[in-house]
């Protein structure tokens, strides 16, 4: 089985903390990978419903346009995810951690096929002053893919360049975001990202 398959939409470690976090499915053949494939492909987009997707509701997401508008049906380029986490959120996201999704990328190669979608941390769409609202700086990135490899379907979560974000004008956002980003890098985001692949390939 190529793992390195859609490697090349994953971004360069070069600062911080990375995590991977993968599940893998395997089927008796090829046809029927190939149909699980559309629906694990499906939930991967399906960002409004992740929270659902992970067994449990402790962060939630919700699709929002560059006008700050609540988007419904699949991710596309340059929408923007509202994440609701637990604990208080920031001045500077109205309360919300936010990303923006810069690329959704599907390939294919004989006996193989993937969606990769990578999104960073970004100033909310609702906001003049530029700040990135989130706890991870802007040069952190996850890459969300699900692929097929022959008989086998993986959900995968790529996190690279993590940092926590303490540049922000507001103390208060800063020292919270110093909190939860060090969480994060010591792996208490694991779970959570666990959760949303193993829901990706549920039955």
């Known amino acids: 089985m190529r793992k390195e398959f859609g490697n090349e939409h994953i971004p360069k470690q070069e600062i911080g903390e990375e995590?991977?976090?993968?599940?893998?499915?395997?089927?008796?053949?090829?046809?029927?990978?190939?149909?699980?494939?559309?629906?694990?492909?499906?939930?991967?987009l399906d960002v409004n419903r992740w929270a659902k997707l992970t067994g449990h509701e402790l962060s939630s997401f919700q699709l929002v346009s560059s006008f700050g508008n609540p988007v419904e049906g699949l991710a596309g380029n340059g929408d923007y995810?509202?994440?609701?986490?637990?604990?208080?959120?920031?001045?500077?996201?109205?309360?919300?951690d936010w990303v923006l999704i810069e690329s959704i990328v599907e390939a294919s190669e004989v006996g193989m096929e993937l969606v990769s979608m990578k999104v960073r941390p970004?100033?909310?769409?609702?906001?003049?002053?530029?700040?990135?609202?989130?706890?991870l700086t802007e040069q952190a990135t996850s890459t969300f893919q699900v692929k097929r490899i022959?008989?086998?379907?993986?959900?995968?979560?790529?996190?690279?360049?993590?940092?926590?974000?303490?540049?922000?004008?507001?103390?208060?956002?800063?020292?919270?975001?110093?909190?939860?980003?060090?969480?994060?890098?010591?792996?208490?985001?694991?779970?959570?990202?666990?959760?949303?692949?193993?829901?990706?390939?549920?039955?």
Do not use: C
């Not at 940092?163 to 004008?169: E, H, S």
């Open 19 to 44: 995590m991977d976090v993968m599940e893998k499915r395997s089927f008796e053949n090829k046809a029927i990978a190939i149909d699980f494939f559309k629906t694990a492909r499906h939930r991967l």
């Open 122 to 135: 970004t100033a909310s769409p609702l906001s003049n002053n530029g700040d990135t609202a989130h706890f």
């Open 150 to 203: 022959g008989q086998h379907v993986l959900a995968e979560e790529h996190g690279r360049n993590e940092q926590p974000n303490t540049y922000t004008m507001s103390t208060t956002a800063n020292i919270r975001n110093m909190l939860v980003g060090w969480a994060a890098t010591l792996g208490l985001s694991y779970p959570q990202w666990k959760s949303l692949v193993k829901g990706i390939l549920a039955d």
């Open 81 to 96: 995810i509202r994440i609701d986490i637990p604990g208080p959120g920031t001045s500077v996201g109205q309360g919300y």
